[in-house]
């Protein structure tokens, strides 16, 4: 018989979750003076939303392990593979990269040499796509994320500003349609603006592909703006303390965020926060 808990989560049509951790711990040098526990038995489930997806956010403070979540689901080292536990996807054990993941990092990644049109097309070079179809779908998407065709395509990334570069990596992510996009701090170094600009437009995007986004920000608002789920990580080690839901976006970003249940809700996991941080220094006292 069958072990019941090394089969992969349902939802309730029996579709495989699309993200679930199970009893999943990270420890970096394991047996030496230099061992550190990044997260333990961590487990949550992120169903598969037909026609719809989901996006969750993972907030909580430096150090919790939001961004080790994320580099075990999109299977990168040296955080994969998890110490002990499981990490699945669409019911199928995490083993490395793969092309139902896609993967958005703070850092406006790009390749320097390539212009604009031929970073956004480069998942889809790499596919065998032939020229003429990959740039007529770049030149989409470079118009998707808010650029101008015309006007933007040829340029290098060091003529863009950062708003601008996280747009390129975005198209890029999309244009290939990922089950499962991944977006570690994507919008942490812009200006306040921005920032929101950027927030709808990452929600109009994420209507379209209808993926599931993992969402990593230190913002609290900005997890409860963008959050279908919200969940909150605490440190020492890190952890998932709570999963709580908050309404789909449903306007733009600066409209949601003047309504009360809108600062209702922020503050409430502002004061969650402060909880969790509290405790990680009281058992940093008590360990010093």
């Known amino acids: 018989m069958s072990d019941p808990a090394a089969q992969p989560a349902t939802t309730d049509a029996g579709r495989p979750a699309v993200v679930e951790f199970r009893d999943v711990t990270k420890i970096y040098g394991a047996g030496t003076p230099r061992e550190y526990v990044a997260i333990s038995d961590v487990s949550f489930t992120i169903p598969d939303v037909v026609d719809h997806g989901e996006i969750s956010s993972f907030l909580g403070p430096s150090g919790c392990g939001k961004s080790t979540v994320l580099r075990l689901v999109a299977g990168l080292a040296p955080q994969h593979p998890p110490t002990n536990g499981t990490v699945r996807v669409l019911g199928h054990e995490v083993r490395g990269p793969g092309a139902d993941r896609g993967m958005v990092f703070q850092d406006y990644t790009s390749f320097d040499n390539r212009t604009v049109l031929d970073n956004v097309v480069f998942g889809l070079e790499c596919r065998g796509v032939p020229r003429p179809q990959r740039e007529a779908e770049g030149l989409e998407w470079i118009a998707k994320v808010g650029l101008n065709p015309r006007r933007d395509a040829a340029k290098y990334p060091h003529e863009l500003s950062g708003g601008m570069r996280q747009r390129v990596a975005i198209a890029r992510t999309l244009i290939l349609r990922p089950r499962v996009i991944l977006m570690d701090?994507?919008?942490?170094?812009?200006?306040?603006?921005?920032?929101?600009?950027?927030?709808?437009?990452?929600?109009?995007?994420?209507?379209?592909?209808?993926?599931?986004?993992?969402?990593?920000?230190?913002?609290?608002?900005?997890?409860?703006?963008?959050?279908?789920?919200?969940?909150?990580?605490?440190?020492?080690?890190?952890?998932?303390?709570?999963?709580?839901?908050?309404?789909?976006?449903?306007?733009?970003?600066?409209?949601?965020?003047?309504?009360?249940?809108?600062?209702?809700?922020?503050?409430?996991?502002?004061?969650?926060?402060?909880?969790?941080e509290a405790a990680a220094r009281r058992i940093d006292e008590t360990r010093g």
């Open 185 to 276: 701090e994507p919008f942490g170094a812009l200006d306040p603006a921005t920032r929101l600009d950027m927030q709808d437009l990452l929600v109009k995007l994420w209507r379209e592909v209808q993926a599931t986004v993992l969402f990593v920000t230190h913002s609290v608002e900005e997890a409860v703006y963008l959050g279908d789920r919200v969940f909150v990580m605490a440190t020492t080690p890190g952890r998932i303390v709570d999963e709580v839901r908050t309404p789909a976006a449903a306007a733009p970003a600066r409209q949601v965020q003047s309504e009360p249940w809108f600062h209702e809700q922020v503050n409430a996991l502002h004061a969650r926060i402060e909880q969790v």
